[in-house]
């Protein structure tokens, strides 16, 4: 599973699997943490996030949504800029 961006102890990742499924989605890594997260609602489809971390992982998701879509379709994945 490629890693996309990793900030403030976040690790976010994107599986390219044929078992992967829709709706649209990538995953995000906090110690022993772990979420997943549907990129066209930003919503929390499984996982036990901290609270805090859910909020940094909408925040950084926000700005790059399309990037993250577009990677989804094309199956394709490249790093993406870390939250600042």
Do not use: C, Q
């Not at 044929?18 to 919503?43: C, K, M, Q, W």
């Not at 909408?58 to 399309?66: D, F, S, T, V, Y």
């Amino acid at each position: 599973m490629p890693e996309i961006a990793r900030f403030y102890g976040l690790i976010i990742k994107m599986f390219f699997a044929v078992r992967e499924h829709n709706p649209p989605h990538f995953h995000a890594l906090y110690g022993e943490y772990a979420g997943e997260f549907d990129i066209n609602t930003l919503s929390m489809l499984e996982g036990d996030l901290p609270p805090r971390a859910v909020e940094l992982v909408r925040e950084w998701a926000e700005i790059h949504r399309e990037e993250l879509l577009e990677m989804w379709n094309s199956r394709e994945a490249y790093s993406l800029p870390p939250l600042i």
